[in-house]
């Protein structure tokens, strides 16, 4: 464990140790370095490893008991809601249940807030949406391409009028940056997700909300199609 680069210490063990945590490289169960041990190695108070240690806890990774010392949990009980999280799994190489229940969750949100946001959708919202679209069909590049794809999908959510949809976007939009990366593996134009975004940017526009529904549910099947051809040239199943 080597001393963070960056300024901002309390984040970077944590990341550090979250990073090693969620990729496996201290796998549940594995006490981890003392107190003092910990502040050693990153050349840090012991009261910025006490704050990280307990961010950890409270993201569900790690336990603390005292006198039996600071222990990786297992997988079950992280907090896969915490955008922390996601982001560190995001690191691991993709498997095909986690795909699975990556898009089984966004199967269950996503057609209802574009089903929603095409009666409650704001002028300002549809602009943003348009927006969103116009930067993915000129994007130039994947990451260029995924930030807009990002923005369209989060606009969608902010645009449904529910709240508890719209407090979901933080952690829903590391499981879609997660989600628009693996399908996105193999760059290039793909002109058919390119013209179904156009389908739910057109539905939510008209308040065609059937319409809206169908068209998330075939993006998410394109996506479907897009990570599991992306698996297999890996070699996943």
């Known amino acids: ?6 300024k901002n210490f309390h984040a970077q063990i944590m990341d550090s140790l979250g990073s090693d ?13 003392t107190e003092a041990e910990l502040a050693e190695s990153f050349q840090a108070s012991r009261l910025l490893i006490r704050e990280a240690m307990k961010s950890l806890a409270a993201k569900g990774l790690v ?14 009980q992280w907090n896969l809601f915490d955008p922390a999280v996601l982001s560190w799994y995001g690191k691991v190489p993709l498997d095909a249940k986690f795909i699975a229940d990556l898009l089984e969750l966004r199967s269950a949100i996503e057609p209802l807030a574009a089903r929603l946001a ?6 300002q919202m549809l602009e943003a949406l348009r927006s969103a679209y116009e930067a993915m069909a000129t994007a130039k590049d994947q990451a260029s391409y995924i930030e807009a794809d990002l923005k369209f999908h989060g606009t969608v959510l902010r645009s449904c009028g529910n709240q508890f949809i719209q407090q979901l976007e933080a952690a829903l939009s590391e499981v879609l940056k997660t989600s628009f990366t693996a399908s996105s593996q193999a760059w290039g134009p793909d ?3 390119l013209a179904l975004h156009r ?10 909300s059937g319409d809206a529904e169908q068209a998330s549910l075939a ?5 479907s199609e897009r990570i599991h ?4 040239q890996t070699g996943h199943k």
């Open 1 to 6: 464990m080597k001393k963070p680069p960056l």
């Open 21 to 33: 945590i969620v990729t496996g490289v201290l796998a549940p169960g594995r006490q981890l370095p």
């Open 63 to 76: 336990s603390i008991r005292p006198r039996i010392g600071t222990h990786v949990l297992p997988r079950e």
């Open 118 to 123: 095409a009666t409650r959708a704001e002028p």
């Open 191 to 193: 002109g058919k997700s």
């Open 199 to 208: 389908n739910l940017l057109n539905a939510i526009a008209g308040g065609s």
């Open 219 to 223: 993006l998410i099947e394109r996506a």
């Open 229 to 232: 051809s992306s698996l297999r």
